[in-house]
Nanobody
Framework: QVQLVESGGGLVQPGDSLRLSCAAS????????MGWYRQAPGKQRELVAS???????NYADSVKGRFTISRDNIKNTVYVQMNSLKPEGTAVYYC???????????????WGQGPQVAVSS
């Protein structure tokens, strides 16, 4: 079984910063892409940022220049540093990891529970 345990989140004011962390644990052969999605009330889930094992990153246009994704391959942990937060950033932020559980199995996506981030004055 693979588990993703997230930390961070909370209530902040516009312009503040937050850092989310997500650690993968359990039994698996390898982890590939990791990243974050978010879902605001009444909206579809959208990609925030992703990062490959080699460190290549991809960001949503709405967060470029403000958010930074990183990962620690030893700790199997992905982070997102969110600066200059805006009210439209209020959402549940879901961590995901593409995990290969056994050597001959295809990788599948696992999801965290999602910490709430609220940006409000």
């Amino acid at each position: 079984q693979v588990q993703l345990v997230e930390s961070g989140g909370g209530l902040v004011q516009p312009g503040d910063s937050l850092r989310l962390s997500c650690a993968a644990s359990g039994s698996f052969f390898s982890i590939y892409d990791m990243g974050w999605y978010r879902q605001a009330p009444g909206k579809q889930r959208e990609l925030v940022a992703s990062i490959t094992t080699g460190g290549n990153t991809n960001y949503a246009d709405s967060v470029k220049g403000r958010f930074t994704i990183s990962r620690d391959n030893i700790k199997n942990t992905v982070y997102v540093q969110m600066n200059s937060l805006k009210p439209e950033g209020t959402a549940v932020y879901y961590c995901y990891s593409k995990v290969q559980r056994r050597r001959l199995l295809a990788p599948v996506d696992y999801w965290g529970q999602g910490p709430q981030v609220a940006v409000s004055s």
